[in-house]
Every structure is written in structure tokens, then in C-alpha cells.
């Protein structure tokens, strides 16, 4: 009998905690690189957007802003963006009302559950000069009270589903996506489950975002996607995936780990491309897009250790909780040889690079 509990992945998974080694906060350097790209944008867009109605005037002569990062994980990449926002905001209130009282900052940090809360908090920077919270819980949900929020802010977050599409791990569904772990882009029907999954979630994303800002209130999102009519399977990191991909199978038909969970695991991720990611934010009428542009933040050539750490700090939860901590090291084992095997073709200049997009909402004031 088929077991059930291999049918989908955990909804609550998290990046490597701690600051070791293996810890996502010692490799996501290449996330960190974007804010580098997107300072610009950022700080124009806030400037350019943000409107506030009058001056701080309440009994103490201060307001509090409030900003929320959805998907921080430990850190330190949220406090590099948190810093870059607030510095924007500032000016912009500043240039308005130059004589006014300073503000004040509170800054929601949140993530599932699982994230390394502890770590986050333990390398707060001293120096910050914000009130700090932790807010556990999924961001497909409500986390904060109606109108609280003036910006939202989101990562290289939404990118991941709440969940692995039903369709694509029923042996009985035309969307059955065996021999692939991902959304490559090659069978019509896998791609439609993933692109329906995607459009749920950010519809619950952005009806609970719109409780929870003010109207005139701002979001910030960097989300990987597709360039126009480019497949995930030919991109850099589309054939990374179908690398790890292979490497399972490979196992499985030595009898390292079972055929079973390779044939039930798919990784709930989706890159979208611009026209889609318009259409959904368009079609949910809460939010007004100020700009959406394309960001040129190319994977590098870099030694194949940097990639399998990195791959390994996204990927080692989500891997652990499907397969088993004990088979994780021979998982990664399997894909750093293929990758070397394969890592003139991989990076070949004739790949497609994924890209990033950056979106700048103003909530709608009804």
C-alpha cells in the first residue's frame, strides 16, 4: 500500500539555521548581492511613492513606522534591507516635513515556524535603531491586526508554494511529474498545476497583505522568475535542480533511498515570468504596481563548493523532512560529482540566466 505521508512535502520548511558552515546565513551571499542591485530602486521608489498625509503630532511627538519582513529567515540579509528602507523612508519624511519630529521604527520579522528565530536575534546588530519582533507563521495567511503595516517587504520568498501541487504526485493525474523534481516547463500540464498553485498563493498573499497595510502603504518584492517565453529547464538553475534530480534517481536505482519518495518528492517552487506576476497583482485590484522591473543578477561561475553550499542551505530541510537526515549527506555527495561532471555545460554561456523581479505596490485606498 502507497504510504501517504510521501504523497506532499511539509508545508513549514526552513533554511539552515545557526551561523556555521552550512547555515544559510553563511551562504546566501548571492541573495544579498540583489539588494546591492535594487538599492537604487528601492530608494527611488519609496521617495518617489510614499506619501505621508501629515506630520508625527500625537502626544509624545513621535510616530511609530512600521515595517514587516515576510520570509527574513536567520539573517543577516534582513537587517541590510531593513537599514536601506528605513534610510529611505527617513529622507522621504524629512524632505516632507523638515521641521518635524524624528520617527520612530518597529520592525516585524517573520518566518515559518521552523526558521532559527534564536540565530536571528542573537546577531541582531547592536546599533539598530528600530523595535525588533519576531512573527512566526506563514505569509499565505494574516499575521497582523487590519491597517498596522506601512511597508512589506518580501525576498526571494515567494517564489516558494505553500505546498507541492497535488496533481504532480498522483500516479493517476495527467500532471504526474515523475522523473522530474520541478516545475521544468516541458509537460503542459505540470506547468499548469504549478502556475495555478502560484496564482493562489500570491492571491492569499496579497488579500492578506491588503488587511494589514494602510491604504497608500507600500510593498517591496524581489522574486525569481523567468525571462518571457524562457522554460526553467533551460536556465542555470533549472538544470541544477534537474542535476539533484538526476542524482536521486540515480540512488534509487542503486537502492540508496527509495524509488517511492524520488517519484513523490517535487519541490514546491515556481518562477514566473513578468506578464504573469502583472496579471495576478493586476487581477487582485488591491494593490496598484508602481514599478516592475527586471533585475540583472546573474548566477556566477564560481567553484562547485559554493554552489552545493548553497543549494544545500535552501534545500537541506526540505530534503531531511521527505527523505531522512541520514541519506541528506549522500544526497549531496551524489550532486556535488555530477555537478563537477557537468559544470563547463551547466555554465555555458549559451544557458539562460533565471532573473529576478522587483515589484513596487501601493496599496489601493478604498
Not at 321 to 346: C, P, Q, T, W
Request: charged share 20%; proline share 4%; aromatic share 10%.
Amino acid at each position: 500500500m502507497e504510504n501517504s505521508e510521501t504523497k506532499t512535502l511539509p508545508k513549514s520548511w526552513a533554511m539552515v539555521g545557526g551561523d556555521g558552515p552550512r547555515s544559510y546565513a553563511q551562504n546566501s551571499s548571492y541573495q544579498r548581492g540583489v539588494l546591492v542591485i535594487v538599492d537604487e530602486l528601492m530608494d527611488e521608489g519609496i521617495k518617489e511613492t510614499l506619501d505621508f498625509k501629515s506630520p508625527c503630532s500625537d502626544s509624545s511627538n513621535m510616530c511609530t513606522f512600521r515595517i514587516a519582513d515576510f520570509g527574513c529567515s536567520a539573517g543577516p540579509n534582513t537587517f541590510l534591507a531593513m537599514e536601506k528602507i528605513m534610510e529611505a523612508v527617513e529622507q522621504k519624511y524629512h524632505a516632507q516635513f523638515q521641521n518635524s519630529p524624528p520617527l520612530e521604527f518597529q520592525v516585524f520579522f517573520n518566518d515559518v515556524t521552523a526558521n532559527d528565530f534564536n540565530t536571528l536575534f542573537k546577531t541582531l546588530p547592536s546599533y539598530q535603531k528600530y523595535f525588533a519582533a519576531g512573527v512566526p507563521g506563514t505569509f499565505y495567511g494574516r499575521l497582523f491586526p487590519k491597517s498596522t503595516l506601512h511597508l512589506a517587504y518580501a525576498s526571494y520568498s515567494l517564489q516558494w508554494l505553500s505546498k507541492v501541487p497535488e496533481e504532480v504526485v498522483d500516479t493517476r493525474s495527467p500532471a504526474w511529474n515523475k522523473g522530474s523534481i520541478q516545475c521544468s516547463g516541458t509537460a503542459k500540464e505540470v506547468a499548469k498545476a504549478y502556475s495555478a498553485q502560484f496564482k493562489t498563493d500570491m492571491d492569499n498573499f496579497l488579500n492578506a497583505r491588503a488587511q494589514e497595510i494602510i491604504g497608500g502603504g507600500l510593498m517591496v518584492i524581489i522574486i525569481c522568475g523567468l525571462p518571457d517565453g524562457i522554460l526553467m529547464s533551460q536556465t542555470v538553475a533549472g538544470i541544477c535542480i534537474e542535476l539533484l534530480g538526476s542524482c536521486l534517481i540515480d540512488m534509487a536505482t542503486l537502492g540508496v533511498i527509495s524509488e517511492e519518495k524520488v517519484d513523490t518528492f517535487n519541490l514546491p517552487l515556481y518562477f514566473s515570468s513578468a506578464k504573469e506576476l502583472e496579471e495576478i497583482i493586476k487581477n487582485n485590484e488591491h494593490f496598484c504596481i508602481e514599478r516592475l522591473n527586471r533585475l540583472n543578477h546573474p548566477m556566477m561561475k564560481m567553484k562547485v563548493e559554493f554552489h552545493i553550499s548553497l543549494y544545500r542551505a535552501v534545500l537541506q530541510g526540505l530534503l531531511e523532512a521527505h527523505f531522512g537526515r541520514d541519506d541528506v549527506d549522500k544526497i549531496f555527495e551524489y550532486f556535488a560529482k555530477k555537478l563537477a561532471e557537468n559544470y563547463d555545460s551547466v555554465f555555458n554561456a549559451a544557458n539562460h540566466q533565471h532573473v529576478e523581479h522587483f515589484v513596487l505596490l501601493k496599496r489601493n485606498i478604498n
